[in-house]
């Protein structure tokens, strides 16, 4: 173990790359925007920090347009309905510096998907909720390591 730690030998996606801003406040579509909280906490855990979007004309802000959301059929169970979706979400984001575009729009997409069990339609719905939950989860990460590998 010594010799291959000693070599630079890391797992991938154990270490993180530092972020090369201090703030970025993320500008979301009105209402409730799940994907928001989602950011919100994998910049934080990343070590910056999200001020309110008041201060969207003051520093990096990343604008999120409204969610799309598709669901394709995958497969068909034993009684000829649905059995299992695709799930396909996504958003275009826009990055600015002080108000003005530097980035963008650019469209990340992630994809999921879910098992429908007919005889439980309720735990189907939580299985479609969690599958999403994960997407916006990913997408959040995604988003992170673009704007990692951008030189701001």
Not at 38 to 67: K, R
Not at 106 to 111: D, F, G, M, N
């Amino acid at each position: 173990m010594l010799t291959v730690s000693a070599c630079g030998f890391a797992l991938r996606g154990s270490g993180q790359a530092a972020l090369s801003f201090d703030e970025m406040a993320i500008i979301q579509p009105a209402g409730y925007y799940p994907l928001a909280d989602a950011l919100t906490e994998v910049l934080q855990a990343n070590g910056a920090s999200v001020p309110d979007a008041d201060t969207a004309d003051q520093g990096y802000a990343l604008a999120l347009s409204p969610e799309t959301l598709e669901q394709r059929t995958i497969s068909i169970n034993t009684r000829a309905g649905a059995g299992q979706y695709e799930l396909i979400l996504s958003v275009d984001a826009t990055l600015y510096l002080d108000g003005e575009l530097i980035g963008g729009p650019e469209t990340i997409t992630t994809r999921g998907n879910f098992y429908e069990d007919t005889a439980n339609i309720s735990g189907s719905n939580s299985a479609r909720d969690l599958a999403l939950e994960d997407m916006r989860r990913t997408m959040a990460e995604q988003m992170l390591r673009q704007l990692q590998a951008l030189n701001l």
